[in-house]
């Protein structure tokens, strides 16, 4: 029976209450928020933060207060964004990393055009340090593909030793600027990887479920939560990132697979806190 990894994004740094009453925001909310889902079958947490007026921050205070209420919770493996303010420096956007040493990090492999309204800046020196500093915090980079040219840049930083093998990838498709989110799409990203990596997808928005399902069918792990999605079904706001996660469970179960446990997910992706 294959494992599954269900990541969660609860939160992401763009939607906004207005658009989903249920979207947590505060450290309290989030917290609360993903022990429900590790309850619900979730393995990581994928999170960003908000700021009191709901914008993403790189607040250090506020990751620390999130993961420490986590932490009393429960023990989700827990990726911590790199990028949840556009206009965070980048020692912002990596002085949580050597404080809190999460087992994962997200690690966007390029610079692009972001939503046709602003520059997602990932530099080739932002880039060499995140990479550097991942290593020296043992916190495993999770590399965020938003389109093929960012694949070639991975395996550019795998072969300077700015990264290191097996990599683990997250295709995230569908964002304005990217590639599209289509079965297609995933197919070919999926090709261009080493063999010895693990990967998990997404689909933006309406392409949520074709690119889960299609990633179940390849072999691939799982992400939902807010941050990609907000509603449930066509036109129904979702009442919780629970309930993403219980549907990935369902659909899972049904295909055969089982969801990873955290630990399951620890022994997958190699991290460093096996089984703890
Ligand atoms: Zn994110």
Not at 23 to 37: G, L, N, R
Not at 216 to 221: C, P, V
Request: glycine share 10%; charged share 20%; net charge neutral.
């Amino acid at each position: 029976m294959s494992k599954v990894i269900i990541t969660v994004a609860p939160t992401g740094a763009w939607p906004s209450k207005k658009d989903n009453p249920a979207i947590p925001f505060t450290p309290k909310e989030i917290a609360q928020d993903v022990h429900e889902c590790y309850k619900a079958g979730a393995a990581v947490a994928h999170l960003h933060m908000r700021d009191d007026q709901g914008l993403g921050t790189m607040s250090l205070e506020k990751f620390q207060e999130t993961v420490a209420l986590i932490k009393e919770k429960c023990d989700i493996v827990l990726n911590l964004t790199t990028s949840g303010d556009l206009n965070a420096t980048d020692e912002s956007r990596m002085a949580h990393l050597a404080k809190l040493k999460p087992e994962l990090g997200s690690y966007d492999c390029g610079t692009m055009n972001w939503n046709h309204n602003s520059v997602f800046y990932n530099t080739p020196s932002f880039l060499e340090k995140l990479g550097l500093a991942m290593r020296e915090n043992d916190v495993k980079p999770e590399v965020e593909i938003f389109d093929a040219g960012m694949v070639y840049t991975s395996l550019y930083y795998l072969k300077q030793g700015v990264l290191t093998a097996p990599i683990h990838y997250q295709f995230v498709l569908g964002v304005p600027g990217g590639i599209g989110a289509t079965v297609q799409n995933l197919v070919f990203l999926q090709n261009l990887i080493p063999p010895d990596s693990t990967w998990s997808a997404l689909g933006v928005g309406k392409g949520h479920m074709p690119i889960f399902l299609a990633a179940l069918a390849l072999g691939g792990h799982v992400r939902v939560g807010m941050e990609d999605n907000i509603f449930i079904d066509k036109g129904v706001l979702a009442k919780s990132n629970a309930q993403f996660v219980e549907r990935a469970v369902r659909i899972i179960k049904e295909t055969n697979g089982s969801p990873a446990t955290p630990a399951e997910a620890r022994s997958i992706l190699g991290l460093k806190k096996l089984g703890g």
